[in-house]
């Protein structure tokens, strides 16, 4: 069952969002732990970052399952901030696949990588899973949870039409389908007002009185403002603290414990400085980051316009995107005439079949159109490497900024990772 009356989307077979699967897969396995759930189009990884973070330095037992995975598909799961280890997560997803097969369940991907996830949480004890949801809400995989003590609902923007509906309205219809009667849920209140309606009647709808907005906590907000964190960082923290709190009232919530073990935390991806050195063999800083939607990359332009373009008119982009993404809205946000831009194809995601990379071509044409100089243009094709390098030379020294995609991410983390290794 789809929920978007949108033309057929090309990865229709890959995605097929329901909860009747999913709940055959898991027949067999308790769910013997209590759930934070958190749903939005942005923010929502970085918040089960913060919770998990939270819950693990309060002494409590905590896994973690976000999505898509960075670098290897088993660090998705995490156990007490550490990834699950990988011969614990093959053993178990072999386990699924098996019954999947057995019992001609039919699962998607992402329904086995859950199941996975739910298994090991079971297997190993914990006491808490923080969840990320993987597509919408209502009808995504992990709604299929049993004991859920707090939902998280971030911030909602256009992405995913083609599954989840047209409007940012059915957008947060589908979202708040993660809400159930008696259990609190923490809401992002800097969202339009039409997406707090919709989350508001729908509360009602399913009996959910306990609606909660960490705006209204001013001084908690002021607190973290005066630490510098910028401004969606604030409403995501604000909102992990808030439910950090609610799914753990007798745990000590004082913010003089509490933000510096966020402080510590680097969600990567995200605004996230790193040196090249170990892939391009000199220093150079970039900043790494996955904004792959018009909202993100709104955040993103705000981040590089006051820490980048205040000292330097030029921004040297490495650039890839997800056939499908809103290319457009990316470009209008981040790149002027200024700038140089190279464009790069990131490689197969592992387990994710569905996922494809735009051709460069077409980025390059979307700089162009935007009033970057063909000159201050280059296609790197499917070499992830040769980008940063081109990007390195470009730029000199002004700034570098690789965005447009999470897998263009994880591809460059690999990259560093493997050049790393090599050097051990």
């Known amino acids: 069952m789809l929920v978007s009356s949108s033309p057929v989307h090309p990865n229709i077979a890959m995605i097929d969002l329901g909860l009747a699967r999913i709940g055959h897969l898991l027949r067999h396995t308790p769910q013997t732990w209590k759930a934070i759930h958190v749903a939005g189009t942005n923010g929502k990884g970085s918040i089960c970052a913060y919770l998990s973070a939270m819950l693990n330095a309060s002494g409590v037992s905590c896994a973690r399952f976000t999505s898509p995975h960075l670098i290897d598909r088993w660090d998705c799961i995490t156990i007490n901030e550490k990834p699950v280890p990988e011969t614990i997560f093959r053993q178990v997803e072999g386990l699924v696949k098996q019954r999947d097969q057995d019992e001609k369940i039919g699962a998607t991907e992402f329904e086995l990588l859950a199941a996975t996830a739910f298994e090991i949480f079971h297997r190993l004890k914990v006491e808490y899973g923080v969840i990320e949801v993987g597509l919408g809400g209502k009808l995504d995989a992990t709604n299929i949870m049993e004991h859920k003590s707090v939902t998280v609902i971030a911030k909602i923007g256009l992405d995913h039409q083609s599954f989840l509906g047209n409007t940012i309205e059915e957008i947060a219809l589908q979202k708040a389908g993660i809400i159930r009667s008696g259990v609190p849920c923490v809401i992002d209140d800097s969202n339009e007002s039409s997406v707090l309606r919709v989350i508001q009647d729908h509360a009602k709808e399913v009996g959910s009185l306990e609606l909660h907005y960490p705006s209204s906590d001013s001084a908690l907000v002021q607190v973290l403002t005066e630490e510098g964190y910028e401004l969606h960082q604030v409403q995501n923290l604000a909102c992990a603290f808030l439910a950090f709190r609610l799914a753990c009232p007798d745990l000590d919530h004082s913010m003089s414990r509490l933000l510096p073990i966020v402080k510590q935390l680097q969600w990567p991806g995200r605004l996230q400085r790193i040196d090249l050195f170990p892939i391009i063999g000199r220093h150079q800083e970039a900043l790494l980051d996955g904004a792959h939607n018009s ?23 490495v650039l890839a995107a997800s056939k499908g993404k ?76 690789i965005a447009g995609s999470l897998y263009l991410v994880s591809s460059v983390l690999r990259l560093m990772r493997e050049a790393e290794s090599q050097k051990v």
Do not use: C
């Open 326 to 401: 809103d290319v457009d809205s990316i470009m209008s946000h981040n790149v002027q005439p200024s700038d140089q831009v190279t464009a790069v194809q990131f490689g197969p995601v592992d387990g994710m079949p569905w996922v494809k990379a735009e051709d460069p071509v077409n980025l390059i044409n979307q700089a162009i159109r935007y009033g970057v100089d063909t000159q201050n243009t280059h296609n790197s094709g499917d070499d992830v490497r040769a980008a940063l390098e081109w990007a390195s030379k470009a730029a000199g020294d002004s700034p570098i900024v």
């Open 295 to 317: 909202q993100s990359a709104e955040v993103l332009a705000e981040y590089v316009n006051k820490h980048y373009r205040s000292r330097s008119q030029q921004i040297t982009w």
